[in-house]
T-cell receptor
């Protein structure tokens, strides 16, 4: 069965520090991979996605993520965190084909707190 | 419109009542999705539409839940005889197509069943 694991429920970093949010997935084949961000009371905003090609993908707001097939991981990184990055971050996977085409499977989310 | 819109933004209802939640996708997007976000279950897929048809309804939690889409645009998610466990945020998303396309999410409808 497909599943997405975000092992860190809550992460706290100081403004200006680097950030890495972990995401591991269990899937029969290489899925599509996404990172979304959700601010309080808001919907989900796409940060970046991996469909194919270069395994290091760049997103909005200075975020990047690296797809590592051997580790079934898609970790999100940012070299210098800003206070406005405080939010909840969700990793998601989607099928390329088959009966589950169209649906995204989400991790449980990582809540990021930024100290000034 | 510029993005996915949902209405109402908040809904409070009494147990046993029916509710309708509306989603207006991005213009030109043929695929539309419904998800539910709750504290206990996280983000769960409910159903998606390709045009007006729903190839995958398997995420609907019970037969009290139904959804339709008419004219390939607006979709309505209906919950009959609401229960307290239906309290959640219901998110709608749309994409240009089903395969290899980004899903863009609306702000959600926060449903509270008393």
């Amino acid at each position: 069965a497909q599943s997405v694991t975000q092992p860190d429920i809550h992460i706290t970093v100081s403004e200006g520090a680097s950030l890495e949010l972990r995401c591991n997935y269990s899937y029969g084949a290489t899925p599509y991979l996404f990172w979304y961000v959700q601010s309080p009371g808001q919907g989900l905003q796409l940060l970046l996605k991996y469909f194919s090609g270069d395994t290091l993908v760049q997103g909005i707001k200075g975020f990047e993520a690296e797809f590592k097939r051997s580790q079934s991981s898609f970790n999100l990184r940012k070299p210098s965190v800003h206070w406005s990055d405080a939010a909840e971050y969700f990793c998601a996977v989607g099928a390329r084909r088959g009966s589950t085409l169209g649906r995204l499977y989400f991790g449980r989310g990582t809540q990021l707190t930024v100290w000034p | 419109g510029a993005g996915v819109s949902q209405s109402p933004s908040n809904k409070v209802t009494e147990k046993g009542k029916d509710v309708e939640l509306r989603c207006d996708p991005i213009s030109g997007h043929t695929a539309l999705y419904w998800y539910r976000q709750s504290l206990g279950q996280g983000l769960e897929f409910l159903i998606y539409f390709q045009g007006n048809s729903a190839p995958d309804k398997s995420g609907l939690p019970s037969d009290r839940f139904s959804a339709e889409r008419t004219g390939g645009s607006v979709s309505t998610l209906t919950i009959q005889r609401t229960q307290q466990e239906d309290s959640a945020v219901y998110l709608c998303a749309s994409s240009r197509a089903v395969n290899e396309e980004t899903q863009y999410f609306g702000p959600g409808t926060r449903l509270l069943v008393l």
